[in-house]
């Protein structure tokens, strides 16, 4: 997928889910609750055991319906295996340059992570397709606002403190999409098999997303 093609993908999904799932088996059940809750951005976490295998399988059971990544990636042996697996992007929690460009040279999409203007420079000389804000609850979307000041021709997907009903805002601020994780899928959740609560979320997201989009012109 190329860079054009990705970041139409990202702002058409809207919502990615950051996905931590205590087993492989929770992961894809919990993939299949999100689709079916109308979420169909997936980020798969290498905190996750066998991530992979979950990439893997989740492309073959969803296919080109769902937009899937892999996250928290660290290393280029990482970074490899998730492209491998079926992995669209790839996203790195911050900033190393050999990390960097092993992720490049996979040719998934490349997002990194950041926080600062100096650190989106950054990620931008490293030739990031989207430029991952993180922790963005540390700011909120006025901060997001601030970084599109400067920057207002960087795609910025913030993640941390992403919940339903800031969604819009944080859209509305300059996202092109947002990563949501533990108010999507909450780990008490995912432990403890509750499919439905997990679907249930899924669709206050998509609701939220369909709602802002309504009400933008």
């Known amino acids: ?7 139409t993908a990202f702002a058409e999904v809207g919502v990615i889910a950051v996905l931590r799932a205590p087993s492989g088996q929770a992961a894809i059940a919990a993939i299949d609750a999100l689709v079916e809750g109308g979420v169909t951005g997936i980020e798969v976490t290498f905190s996750t055991p066998s991530a992979p295998d979950i990439i893997m399988e989740t492309a073959r059971r969803h296919g080109p319906a769902v937009l899937l ?6 290393d280029g042996e ?9 992995a669209a992007f790839l996203v790195s929690p911050g900033l190393d340059d050999d990390l960097a460009a092993a992720m ?8 990194f992570g950041a926080l600062t203007p100096t650190e989106v420079m950054r990620a931008t000389a490293l030739e990031a397709d989207t430029v991952k804000i993180f922790p963005a609850s540390l ?23 992403v919940n339903v009903g800031n969604v819009g ?16 899928c909450p780990t008490a959740r995912l432990r403890a098999g509750d499919w439905p609560a997990i679907t ?16 933008t012109p």
């Open 169 to 184: 805002a944080w859209l509305a601020a300059g996202a092109i999409a947002v990563g949501a994780g533990s108010e999507l």
């Open 104 to 111: 490049r040279a996979t040719g998934a999409g490349a997002v």
């Open 200 to 215: 249930a979320r899924a669709r206050q997201f998509a609701a939220a997303l369909g709602a802002y989009r309504r009400n």
């Open 139 to 161: 700011g909120g979307p006025a901060y997001l606002s601030s970084l599109r000041g400067p920057f207002p021709d960087i795609p910025l997907m913030p993640t941390g403190g």
């Open 69 to 74: 990544g892999a996250g928290t990636v660290r």
């Open 1 to 7: 997928m190329n860079r054009s093609a990705l970041l």
């Open 78 to 86: 990482q970074a490899r295996a998730a492209a491998d697996a079926g």
